[in-house]
């Protein structure tokens, strides 16, 4: 199959959904369809691109969204020309939109135009997010933002979608409200699983301590991800700070994100910013070896749909220390890969006797690779794949 997927935010933004789209295009490819991305113009010279960004990623101009929160995201402009051109150059077979702005609206005006069917992701619960796109406006006028929201960007996706893919059960939970409507299925993110199992050197590893500033013998709790309010991390540095002030141990917190101020501002505050290490924008390739690099990986966001970076640190064997979630139902298994927590009082507790207890560490390592074999991307890959035959079969 020739499969078009449309999106506004790709690479190098790094977010869930990036990953998501980017495990399935490699699954899809690996399983031999012809995967080409449609997103919005990077600002990088051509030499730079490899030949799959080069050839399969197609970029249209785009202007950013106003919104600090919502930077990665662009907004793209004159979608009748943009479906022309793709319809002349492009013989897609399906359409799966991954976004409910310009470049969803793009898809279906490129699906009507070719007659192809097309399947929809619903990611983002955006009722979650309104707060940090405008206080006044959550505020004020929660209730008829997100109504007008729903109805002038979801439910016109929505519409004539054959199949609406969902990530969890807890989004598929919240169908109802978003206004979701048809066949919905629930179809978890795949990761590349190998990426993470694989040995890091130890002299790397000695090496970026050594950069970061960290001791030798100070243990980790590894904090990955963007850095934006409704992430929580200001609840992971205090529970920190209540539990680990002035011991051997660091806060590590690799990302970046509209967030990042405030959060260092509240480690000042606390008295810890000698503790807590900022390492800012870290490129998705070298991930791995942050998370080679930490002893626990702790995050207490309850805004995941899925919490894929949950499902990174134990394909690396990484246990993880999470709030409680019904995202993370199938993924983190108290005791056996990890630690769920209710609340910041519980978490600091957890942190203070899991810093001291490394042979319970030790256990948790021994079952977290395994613990997600599930979430492989050829099989997420081969679930979307059988959902395209079932589109092309509606096709009315």
Request: aromatic share 10%; proline share 3%.
């Amino acid at each position: 199959m020739k499969i078009g997927i449309f999106t506004d935010a790709y690479t190098p933004a790094i977010s869930g959904v990036v990953t998501s789209i980017k495990m399935l295009a490699e699954g899809l490819r690996a399983s031999g369809h012809e995967v080409y991305i449609f997103t919005t113009k990077l600002d990088m010279p051509n030499e730079e691109l490899d030949e799959i960004e080069s050839k399969y990623v197609v970029r249209f101009k785009a202007l950013d969204l106003p919104f600090k929160a919502l930077s990665g995201y662009r907004f793209s402009m004159k979608l009748n020309h943009k479906a022309s051109y793709i319809k002349k150059h492009y013989k897609l077979d399906v359409i799966h939109i991954q976004t409910e702005f310009s470049m969803g609206k793009l898809g279906i005006k490129v699906a009507k135009k070719m007659n192809i069917p097309y399947v929809y992701t619903f990611h983002t619960m955006y009722e979650e997010y309104l707060p940090y796109v405008s206080k006044v406006i959550d505020k004020y006028f929660h209730k008829s933002f997100f109504s007008v929201l729903k109805k002038m960007f979801i439910t016109p996706i929505n519409k004539n979608a054959k199949v609406i893919i969902v990530p969890t059960k807890k989004v598929f939970d919240q169908h109802e409200n978003y206004l979701l409507t048809g066949d919905i299925r629930i179809v978890p993110t795949g990761l590349d699983l190998d990426k993470f199992r694989v040995e890091v050197d130890s002299s790397e590893l000695k090496q970026l301590r050594s950069k970061l500033g960290i001791n030798d013998d100070a243990f980790i709790f590894l904090s990955l991800g963007r850095l934006s309010k409704e992430k929580s991390i200001d609840i992971v540095i205090r529970s920190y700070a209540n539990s680990q002030k002035g011991k051997n141990s660091v806060l590590l917190i690799v990302g970046d994100g509209p967030a990042s101020d405030g959060l260092k501002d509240l480690a000042k505050k606390l008295d810890i910013d000698n503790q807590v290490i900022f390492a800012g924008f870290v490129d998705w390739q070298d991930t791995i070896k942050y998370y080679k690099l930490g002893d626990v990986f702790v995050n207490a966001s309850k805004s995941e749909t899925q919490g894929l970076t949950y499902i990174e640190a134990l394909a690396s064997s990484l246990p993880v220390l999470v709030q409680s979630d019904e995202c993370l139902l199938d993924v983190v298994y108290n005791d056996y890969n990890g630690f769920l927590f209710d609340g910041e009082i519980e978490l600091a507790s957890i942190m203070n006797d899991i810093e001291k207890n490394k042979n319970k560490i030790s256990d948790l390592k021994k079952n977290c690779s395994k613990s997600v074999e599930k979430f492989s991307k050829i099989c997420y890959a081969n679930s979307v794949q059988q959902i395209y035959l079932d589109a092309l079969s509606k096709k009315e």
